[in-house]
């Protein structure tokens, strides 16, 4: 069995997929749920899973290295095999990355290398792809390396983009997709069956 972190900061919609998608699983579970803000609304759902759940920031450490240490820590005490970021808002320790290296992977609502980087988060990230007059926008699952938004990416999928949307109803119409994909693609994982070769990233059998 895997153990699954999650790093969150807000409502945690992917969250939800992914403690309801391994709640039945026996290749891999959601051991703990990390969030960077107290307030967070996806710690109410981690609980109401009864996954244990942990907030700090760097901001409650004197030093940055006691905050490594204290995430390295829980990290190493649930035996993490892999961390999902899910809405976390934060960049991962360089530290946490190299001993994570191809186990951290990332979510977001468009289709990188296009609209990702910083300032492109939440809604405004669907208020920029609809800015450019795309015609289509999509989900790109990816792993995280020490540059923001930019490690290899792993599997991409296209959503239209419809006459008449709204930043929100675009949201609403990729979001669905994330929901389906992430869990999916966190098993591929899980599984061994996610291979980088040469900075390219092979998955074994199909999505479904
Ligand atoms: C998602 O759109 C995800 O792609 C991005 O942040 C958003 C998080 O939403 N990284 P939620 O907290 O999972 O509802």
Redesign the pocket.
Known sequence: MKNIAIF????????QAIIDYFRQSTVAQVALVFSNKKDAY?LIRAKRANIPTFSFARGDFNTRDEFIKKLKKLLSEHRIDIIA????TRKVPPEIIQEYRHRIV????ALLPFFGGKGF??IEVHRRVLASGMKLSG?TIHFVNEEYDRGEIIYQECVPILFGDTPETL?AR??ER?HYLYPRIIEKLATGKISVIDNKVRIDGQID
């Open positions: 969150i900061s807000g409502r945690g919609t992917n969250l996806g970021l899910a809405g976390y990332n979510i977001h609502p988060y939440g989900v949201q990729v979001l994330e």
